[in-house]
């Protein structure tokens, strides 16, 4: 039987469509788009051309936008560009951050900067006016995230972006699992810069772009070349470019979302008639195809391994770390439980998920769920 993977939030599996551009690509556009030659005009051309696609996904003009290696590049650029290289400065950030953005502010902490998390509600949402009232006169940054990637939930971030723009502060928006699955617009949101990766949109990993508002100043992360306005110097990567805009050509098509938010929903009512679950930031706006969902008692980690076994790839709210598997930092600020998040699994869909793909799950966790229990501390054994 094929399996089910319901774990696009972590990445998503690459499009016919995109590979078949990466191919022709990697085959036949090899030239040096800094080169004046044929060679390297065609190179050149495919770089502006994927350039484009990519702006237009999230409303920006194709000027403004600069390829990167991934997500974890635009936001590291997003986030120590904008701290002038003189002087200490102050840091607003949401404590549910990508650790992309959450590790940059606590590397500039050890920098002798000042950093301030706002943690959210227990739906998830952190509150505009706390992220506002966190703003100090020396605050040169504040970064919040457009979607969360475990919860999927929405954050409030046009209003902060506006209340940083009357101030005169550099507002960053982290909007890699945001992108392609709510509509996007840099100039609605009103952000100075904003990251997307092209693997959450079932484009080739290793490729992302950041949004750089016209005019604003942004100390380049990479020097040693002209390349991508002198914002990220280093030979430009043509093939992942072009197959970064045929995934954002496809993003564009959102008629999969409807449908996507349908089969979350019928998998949540499901899992509330069998069992006893939380559902994590359900009562806050969420992305269509995300579902976090604590099983009260169960063995997270188990679990996981149970539904692989059963052919079906999913995620705990946890994170690895130097070998140890930590409860989410994220479920955590949200006022859950250590062992409510050690009980959190994730499901996240994606366009191609299907009814038949949902209904299969849902057996599975009717029979998994029940065999997975954690162990009760203090119990005989
Ligand atoms: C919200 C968020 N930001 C940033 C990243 C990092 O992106 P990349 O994997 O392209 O480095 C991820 C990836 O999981 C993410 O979910």
């Not at 998998?267 to 706006?285: K, Q, V």
């Not at 366009?351 to 057996?363: D, F, K, Q, S, V």
Request: overall charge neutral; proline content about 4%.
């Amino acid at each position: 039987m094929s399996r089910i993977y319901l774990d696009n939030n972590a990445t998503t599996p690459i499009h016919p469509d995109v590979l078949r551009v990466a191919e022709e690509s990697l085959r036949e556009v090899w030239g040096n788009a800094s080169s004046v030659h044929q060679e390297g005009q065609r190179a050149r051309q495919s770089i502006e051309d994927a350039r484009e696609s990519v702006a237009r996904l999230i409303g920006a003009a194709a000027r403004d936008v600069v390829f990167t290696s991934g997500g974890t590049e635009a936001n590291n650029a997003g986030v120590f560009g904008a701290i002038p290289r003189e002087g200490r400065h102050h840091v607003v950030a949401s404590a549910i951050e990508h650790p992309s953005v959450a590790e940059a502010a606590a590397e500039l902490e050890r920098r002798g900067h000042r950093v301030t998390c706002v943690p959210p509600g227990r739906g998830g949402v952190v509150p505009a006016a706390t992220m506002i009232a966190a703003i100090e006169d020396d605050t040169r940054l504040v970064s919040m995230m457009l979607a969360n990637n475990e919860t999927g939930v929405v954050q409030p971030v046009a209003a902060v972006a506006s209340a940083c723009r009357e101030r005169g502060i550099h507002f960053h928006c982290d909007a890699v699992q945001g992108a392609g699955k709510i509509d996007l617009d840099v100039n609605a949101l009103g952000c100075d810069t904003l990251s997307i990766a092209a693997h959450k949109m079932h484009g080739p990993k290793g490729i992302g772009a950041l949004y750089v508002r016209r005019g604003l100043a942004l100390n380049a992360h990479l020097v040693g070349g002209a390349q991508e306005r002198r914002r990220r110097a280093g030979t430009e990567n043509v093939p992942l470019a072009a197959a970064f805009g045929a995934a954002a050509k496809i993003a564009l098509d959102t008629s999969w979302r409807e449908g996507a938010a349908r089969l979350r929903d019928r998998l949540e009512t499901a899992m509330r008639e069998a069992f006893e679950i939380e559902i994590n930031g359900a009562m806050a706006p969420r992305l269509p195809q995300t579902s976090n969902v604590t099983f009260r008692g169960a063995d997270g980690e188990g679990l996981v391994i149970a539904l692989d076994l059963h052919g079906i790839a999913v995620s705990t709210g946890s994170a690895c770390s130097s070998g140890r598997v930590e409860p989410s930092r994220v479920l955590l600020a949200m006022g859950i439980s250590q062992d409510d998040a050690r009980s959190t699994l994730r499901f996240s869909l994606s366009r191609l998920t299907t009814a038949g793909e949902i209904e299969r799950t849902i057996a599975a966790l009717r029979d998994l769920v029940p065999r997975c229990t954690r162990p009760v501390a203090g119990a005989a054994s």
